[in-house]
């Protein structure tokens, strides 16, 4: 108890002392709030030319291209097309890492601006719009600031600050590796060592100009599985004849929802099982031989991670069995829990109130969205926020969520997410450097 006061009393007045004693923090909001017209042309551009995972070729391009032209040392091509920039300050201190998340998403636009995207490609054998329907643009842009921002002040930082812009944060294309797992693996935590890391998120349903965390399990983890169900095609006339997996697969889908319902002891953790997509049969008057569906699992708790695994294959394999079919069950086990390390928040916390204001930051519940920024928690601590994006007038219910077509955010909020960046890395490394 006494341990967890003491981290509360560090994490809210150190911050702001260091405010006062620190002229860089004054430096860093200058020059955010003289960028801000360049970081939303560069959010702007990204916007207009999406590219999906493992296909950011032209954004890592433009990425490249401005660390270099700051004087970084610069590594491309790292999960295929992920960029690393390496800014060594002028003082000695612990290395810290900052990421950003680059690719679109297989969503066509409907929202009406000057910078609306028509880009179309092809997704998993697929013609489909492309679409930064996540606001991963916004953290490119946000990035690059931050960058440009800590590059004007390179002498007096005390250690290194590592910037990563990683590919695929939406999942890697059939057949293929990506994202944050395939960057660990390549070793971007390592040559410098990374001490730490922190991300944002954009959020439009969070109001412009606020930050909301959550210390310890912020986000899901994430699987996706399919189930195949087998029956005996037939005439649909004649359903006797056979064993009709529609049937089947609609009694699989029903119970499946008894898992998070009755199985689960949900004041413990929340928990999710979600079909998203069942096909089967061609033709009015055929029963299929088979039905495919798909879906997700989000949890927060690894032993119920294990149960529901266990309840999927069980109801779907003994409802099969009972109506003469087959069901096949493959879950694949995408993205951990994103946790934020519980000591690095606390202490860090109080730098995003100073930058936004107290009263513009708050605690929020789990999310059951996923996030392989995941995995660099795995290996250092790490510390995951979310900036608001809500369109101005707009209550909740009324702006558009991630991942739609009309997906829409206030771009006043992104010199926010450049302070705040910044500061947290200048923080954490002044703090370092005093402890070591």
Not at 4 to 19: D, I
Not at 27 to 42: A, G, M, Q
Not at 184 to 209: M, R, W, Y
Not at 309 to 330: N, Q
């Amino acid at each position: 108890m006494k341990k967890h006061f003491l981290l509360f009393v560090l994490a809210t007045f150190t911050p702001a002392w260091l405010a006062a004693q620190n002229p860089l923090w004054t430096r860093i909001d200058k020059k955010s709030k003289e960028l801000e017209p360049t970081i939303i042309t560069w959010r702007r551009h990204f916007h207009t030319n999406p590219e999906l995972g493992n296909r950011e070729f032209k954004t890592a391009e433009k990425v490249a291209a401005h660390l270099k032209k700051l004087g970084f040392e610069v590594k491309t091509g790292i999960a295929h097309t992920g960029v690393v920039g390496i800014l060594k300050g002028g003082k000695p201190g612990p290395v810290v890492a900052l990421r950003a998340d680059m690719d679109g998403l297989p969503v066509t636009e409907r929202v009406e601006v000057p910078f609306k995207s028509t880009v179309v490609a092809d997704y998993n054998g697929q013609k489909t719009g492309v679409m930064h329907a996540c606001g991963h643009d916004t953290h490119v842009a946000i990035l690059m600031g931050v960058a440009e921002v800590l590059a004007g002040m390179k002498g007096d930082i005390k250690g290194t600050v590592k910037f990563i812009f990683q590919p695929a944060e939406e999942g890697a294309p059939e057949g293929e590796e990506g994202g944050a797992k395939l960057m660990v693996k390549e070793g971007v935590l390592e040559n410098p060592k990374v001490d730490a890391i922190f991300g944002l998120h954009i959020d439009s349903q969070i109001e412009a100009n606020k930050i909301s965390y959550r210390p310890g399990a912020t986000m899901a983890a994430v699987d996706f599985f399919s189930i195949e169900v087998k029956g005996k095609q037939t005439h649909g006339a004649y359903p006797w004849s056979g064993v009709d997996p529609i049937v089947t697969s609609s009694q699989i889908v029903t119970a499946l929802q008894t898992i998070v319902s009755r199985n689960l002891n949900l004041t413990k953790a929340p928990a999710v099982v979600t079909i998203g997509a069942i096909h089967g049969g061609i033709r009015q008057n055929i029963i299929p031989e088979e039905v495919k569906m798909i879906g997700t699992i989000r949890t927060f708790d690894e032993e119920m991670h294990s149960l529901v695994h266990k309840r999927v294959t069980d109801i779907s394999s003994l409802i099969a069995e009972s109506a003469g079919a087959k069901a096949h069950v493959k879950i694949d086990v995408l993205y951990p829990v994103t946790f934020n390390n519980e000591a690095l928040t606390a202490r860090m916390i109080g730098t995003l109130e100073n930058v936004a204001g107290k009263e513009n930051v708050s605690l929020i519940p789990a999310k059951t969205g996923a996030e392989d920024f995941s995995y660099f928690q795995q290996k250092v601590p790490g510390f995951f926020f979310f900036l608001g994006g809500m369109p101005k007038g707009k209550a909740i219910s009324e702006a558009a969520p991630h991942h739609t077509p009309d997906f829409y955010l206030d771009e006043t909020g992104l010199v926010l997410g450049v302070r705040a960046l910044s500061r947290l890395a200048v923080d954490y490394l002044e703090k370092e450097s005093v402890k070591k």
